[in-house]
């Protein structure tokens, strides 16, 4: 009885330090995530920032042709590679638990301004429209803002990259069966082939090997970690992302 009481609490010690011990290795990953995030962010944001001012200042003097598009070409990387880093950041966060979600009651209205912007960037020299289609009365949504943000950030983004020409459309309607709320953004795209519907939320499975199937080529099509990481936001706030396409006739997420 002794040797098997002690075996016992030896057992249990064993497990209070390792418990211990990942706790204090996953404080490390997350002070370093932290780090790794601000500093990237940061540089980001000074070239995003600085290109924009360039911009912004030639708009009335006589900029020569091709160096207003070549800062459009710098501008236009750049967002790209901060949406990549952006959601490698927050994959590798949620891979380390370090991510929360901290929902509250707020306006689609409130976040309307932002995307249009974006979209605005995202398809110039494209003769594709950004339609908001969202009811002005629709109640407030319980959510994480930051998080769904990300989730709308991403599937806006896919949009623009697989369409060429049409519209994306963002329509939101109040759904009285489960007292939530579905967000729909519908493209003019290429479309998915229904055999990669499901598969195209796994971990870097890129969504450009579908669009290669309708024998279109989309460039700069990502590294395949973006709609994994919205669907398991979408998922960590109770709610989830599907789809529905047809080679040739866009896609509705």
């Not at 380390?96 to 979209?119: D, G, H, N, T, Y």
Request: net charge negative; aromatic share 6%.
């Amino acid at each position: 009885l002794w040797v098997e009481a002690t075996l016992k609490a030896a057992t249990h010690l064993q497990q209070v330090r390792t418990a211990e011990q990942l706790k204090a290795e996953l404080l490390v990953k997350q002070e370093f995530l932290g780090n790794v995030s601000h500093e990237m962010r940061s540089r980001l944001h000074l070239i995003l920032g600085y290109g924009d001012l360039l911009l912004a200042e030639r708009v009335n003097e006589d900029l020569p042709q091709h160096s207003r598009q070549s800062l459009e070409t710098i501008q236009r990387h750049s967002r790209a590679l901060w949406g990549l880093a952006n959601n490698f950041l927050n994959f590798v966060k949620l891979d380390a638990e370090a991510m929360r979600v901290c929902p509250r009651p707020f306006l689609l209205a409130e976040i309307q301004k932002e995307f249009q912007e974006s979209m605005e960037f995202l398809l110039q020299r494209k003769p594709v429209s950004f339609v908001w289609e969202v009811d002005p009365q629709l109640p407030l949504v319980w959510a994480d803002r930051d998080k769904l943000c990300i989730i709308l950030q991403n599937l806006l983004s896919n949009a623009a990259k697989f369409t060429n020409r049409g519209e994306i459309r963002l329509h939101a309607v109040a759904s009285s069966a489960d007292n939530g709320v579905c967000i729909q953004v519908t493209d003019t795209g290429v479309g998915i082939a229904s055999a990669y519907h499901e598969a195209i939320f796994d971990t870097f499975q890129q969504v450009s090997n579908t669009a290669a199937n309708s024998g279109n080529s989309v460039e700069g099509a990502g590294i395949g970690i973006g709609l994994t990481l919205a669907r398991k936001l979408a998922r960590m706030m109770g709610g989830d992302i599907t789809v529905e396409s047809v080679v040739g006739a866009g896609a509705t997420f």
